[in-house]
DNA sequence: GTTGTGACATCGC
DNA sequence: CGCGATGCCACAA
């Protein structure tokens, strides 16, 4: 296995997007109707991937959570995922923000701006729930 | 092969 | 507070 350091393993396995999103896409379900997550949050609960480095998975997460949702299936809560600011980001298709009509469906109001209260609406799921999907927030973790 | 852009976040001004 | 620039990986032209 004479493998020359210059070249870095960086093994991109179809497998571990499939499985990213599929892990999206189970966060999203999660969310209940009424409450929000954002791209950060969701990406936050999922682990790096052993072929990426933790700093640069960091940089890049947020916006997988986006590539995921940008294929969603039907049963998805898509309208449940917002930006950090606190708004619907606009999707590459076109139209009327369907996604702010869905929410207030929900009983979620914005304010000015079209902004919601992220720190009343964010939700999290539980530890518990986390573990029986094999995500543990490491990072959330109350120091004792 | 290269180039450009993205359903984001963060930092600086 | 808001706007602009930067970072990072994956995917489509």
Not at 33 to 52: C, D, H, K, N, Q
Not at 60 to 80: K, N, S
Not at 99 to 122: M, S
Request: hydrophobic share 40%; with cysteine.
């Amino acid at each position: 296995m004479t493998l020359p350091a210059s070249s870095r393993t960086r093994l991109t396995v179809p497998t571990d997007r499939q499985a990213f999103n599929q892990l999206v896409f189970d966060i999203v379900r999660a969310i209940p109707s009424g409450r929000v997550m954002t791209y950060g949050a969701i990406g936050a609960l999922i682990p790096t991937p052993e072929t990426l480095d933790p700093l640069a998975y960091r940089r890049v997460r947020a916006r997988w959570v986006g590539y995921a949702m940008a294929a969603c299936p039907e049963d998805v809560p898509w309208q449940r995922v917002v930006n950090a600011k606190g708004q619907v980001s606009p999707r590459p298709g076109h139209g009327p923000p369907v996604q702010k009509v869905l929410l207030e469906e929900e009983g979620i109001v914005f304010g000015r701006g079209d902004k919601l209260d992220l720190t009343a609406l964010t939700w999290s799921p539980s530890r518990n729930w986390l573990r029986s999907r094999g995500l543990i927030a490491e990072g959330h973790q109350s120091p004792s």
